[in-house]
């Protein structure tokens, strides 16, 4: 498998990954500049010259990734028998620069509830690389007549997020479909749904975060019926109402978008940096 077919399967998987450019050539090396490679936790595809040069790019890799490094950073070799090596000599005589790009795991954010708000924030993240999922027990809330067509025409004519819409009249199933790590967003028309949705979001325990949109007083009867659902306090905790940054309050759908897609950011780049790397596709 080469490097780019590696490079897709990693992106399905949602396995993070190192791409590793061979960025400069001085001298003789094993390789012209611009081989590439992607190193995963436990497999690596490509080459960019093999020896010390590439068991230490690899090394490196696994390190940044382990430590959920999201900066690219650049590594250079000196390919000379007097150069200090822990993979053994490269006498080429030239010396290599490498570039290191982290290929993260693109995060998912599940908006349930494309109403005012709901909307206003799906078009604020939708401007972010991320797979969004809008969903919507009500079909006109995601008809093209009210979004038009993601990319093209719309509130969402600039969108550059992988945009999934699902009608679902029970709407809590699409949790079923989120890979784990999701962000979940509570703000449907209806407070039955919104209570649904956190009942079966707390059984889905590989979630990121699950936000509920509401008042306290709101709050204080969803946790009496969770309660009575079978949720303990441990698991109450994992529902964060009200949501957004503080500071902001405005009730403007507008501005409540703009607080919560700013928390959600938060999140996601807080994920980003504790993602731990885990094995990807073994090498065909």
């Not at 405005?250 to 993602?275: D, N, W, Y």
Request: charged share 25%; glycine share 10%.
């Amino acid at each position: 498998m080469d490097w780019l077919d590696a490079l897709q399967r990693l992106r399905e998987t949602r396995t993070p990954a190192v791409l590793v450019t061979l960025a400069t050539v001085r001298g003789h090396a094993p390789r012209n500049g611009g081989a590439k490679m992607v190193v995963a936790s436990g497999d690596a595809f490509g080459s960019v010259g093999g020896g010390n040069l590439e068991e230490t790019a690899v090394r490196r890799a696994r390190e940044m990734l382990d430590a959920g490094a999201v900066e690219p950073e650049l590594l250079t070799l000196t390919l000379s028998d007097r150069a200090v090596v822990d993979y053994g000599v490269q006498c080429c005589g030239g010396e290599v620069t490498l570039l290191l790009e982290p290929v993260p795991v693109v995060p998912v954010v599940a908006i349930f509830g494309l109403g005012h708000v709901g909307l206003e924030l799906a078009r604020v993240l939708a401007r972010h690389p991320l797979r969004l999922d809008l969903v919507d027990s009500r079909a006109e809330m995601l008809s093209p007549d009210r979004i038009g067509v993601p990319g093209r025409t719309g509130p969402f004519a600039d969108a550059v997020a992988d945009l999934r819409r699902h009608h679902l009249p029970v709407p809590e199933s699409a949790l079923a479909d989120l890979p784990g790590g999701a962000h979940v967003l509570v703000m449907t028309h209806d407070h039955a749904e919104d209570l649904a949705i956190c009942d079966m979001a707390l059984r889905t325990p590989a979630l990121g975060s699950i936000g509920l949109i509401g008042s306290r007083s709101k709050w204080a009867r969803f946790r009496t019926r969770l309660r009575e659902a079978g949720h303990g306090d441990a698991a109450l905790e994992r529902i964060t109402t009200p949501i957004g940054i503080d500071g902001i309050r405005s009730k403007e759908p507008a501005a409540i978008a703009v607080s919560v897609a700013a928390r959600v950011l938060q999140l996601v780049e807080g994920a980003a940096v504790r993602t731990p790397s885990r094995e990807g596709a073994r090498a065909e």
